[in-house]
């Protein structure tokens, strides 16, 4: 069975820093892009980040470039979300997604990590 | 960059009706377009790739349509546990994708 369990969100200073991470299962991880989507309280999805298979190809929302490092460990299966300079912003539910390669939908979500910004 | 709009943003329909939310792309996409369901609570699930293409496990109740700029997500009999927000989201501009604003689906 496929799971994906992020964990590290929680309550974050603006301008302070947090790094999510989510650890895959049930699946040959390295074999797989991947994605971070965030959703806002009571907002729609917003994607924020894709890395290839073997992490050499990163891209990044324009809402969160210069402040977002994505990065994977596929000897772990696990999937990294650095994030520096919080804003206010930035505050929602963060979803670990994994990219089926057909036609980049995406097939498996984690149930997410909350990232609450507060001073 | 592309936009994607849905409408409409939101839908009261009985139980039994036929139900169709559309996705308009500002360019064109091609058929990269996919479709999730987010019950309340939930993780998004997805339900339609590739414009068309039914995901394993999903009710065939769902379909997709549409190629181009112009795209439909219909529900042909609506059940009480399809109550969700519905999201389309291009997959054309790989890896910078783009999710619609959402419909919300409710029960008359």
């Known amino acids: 069975e496929v799971q994906l369990v992020e964990s590290g969100g929680g309550l974050v200073q603006p301008g302070g820093s947090l790094r999510l991470s989510c650890e895959a299962s049930?699946?040959?991880?390295?074999?797989?892009?991947m994605n971070w989507v965030r959703q806002a309280p009571g907002k729609g999805l917003e994607w924020v980040s894709y890395?290839?298979?073997?992490?050499?190809?990163?891209y990044y929302a324009d809402s969160v470039k210069g402040r977002f490092t994505v990065s994977r460990d596929n000897a772990k299966s696990s999937l990294y979300l650095q994030i520096i300079t919080v804003r206010a912003e930035d505050a929602a539910l963060y979803y670990c997604v994994r990219d089926s390669g057909y036609n980049s939908a995406f097939d498996y979500w984690g149930q997410g990590t909350l990232v609450t910004v507060s001073s | 960059d592309i936009q994607m709009t849905q409408s409409p943003s939101s839908l009261s329909a009985s139980v039994g009706d036929r139900v169709t939310i559309t996705c308009r792309a500002s360019?064109?996409?091609?058929?990269?377009l996919n479709w999730y369901q987010q019950s309340p609570g939930s993780a998004p699930k997805l339900l339609i790739y590739?414009?068309?293409s039914l995901q394993s496990g999903v009710p065939s109740r769902f379909s997709g349509s549409g190629s181009g700029t112009d795209f439909t997500l219909t529900i042909s009999s609506l059940q009480p546990e399809d109550v969700a927000t519905y999201y389309c989201?291009?997959?054309?501009?790989?890896?910078?994708?783009?999710f619609g604003q959402g419909t919300k689906l409710e029960i008359k």
């Open positions: 049930g699946f040959n991880f390295g074999r797989h892009e």
């Open positions: 360019q064109s996409i091609s058929r990269y």
């Open positions: 590739a414009a068309s």
């Open positions: 890395i290839s298979e073997s992490g050499s190809s990163i």
């Open positions: 989201q291009e997959s054309y501009k790989t890896p910078r994708y783009r």
